[in-house]
């Protein structure tokens, strides 16, 4: 690979990861709030352009695919579009389970004293 090929790579997914980690240190921040719908709002907003893209990509993808592999590289776009979605959502159970935890320790101590 030529420098400019991996300089424009980089230039492409570098964004894309810096905002993937900043959205994962707000869900973190989101997650670990007295209430729990705010944690939730990320995963959704993350699940709806992919519920409203999915179809169509696929339908577009199998009626173009010629052979199996192809028709199976098309169904690997859904694990791949709903991914950082479900990164999100596990982000979120393991915060407010930790916090959970956290509450009922802290319920402990008082009824110990």
């Known amino acids: 690979m030529k420098l ?15 905002v993937f980690a900043i ?17 939730l709002v990320l995963p959704i907003c993350w699940l ?7 179809p169509n990509l696929l339908l577009n993808a199998l009626s173009l695919a010629e052979n199996a592999g ?4 098309a169904l690997l776009v859904v694990p791949v579009c ?4 479900l990164v999100l959502l596990a982000i979120y159970w393991f915060c407010r389970r930790r ?9 402990m101590k008082i009824q110990d004293l």
């Open 99 to 107: 916090r959970k935890s956290r509450e009922q320790v802290e319920k």
């Open 70 to 73: 192809q028709m199976l590289l």
């Open 48 to 54: 709806m352009p992919a519920w409203l893209v999915l």
């Open 23 to 39: 959205c994962i240190a707000l869900e973190i921040f989101l997650a670990n709030r007295q209430s729990r719908w705010p944690g």
């Open 4 to 18: 400019t090929e991996i300089l424009v790579t980089l230039s492409l997914y570098v964004p894309l990861i810096v």
């Open 82 to 85: 709903l991914l950082p979605a």
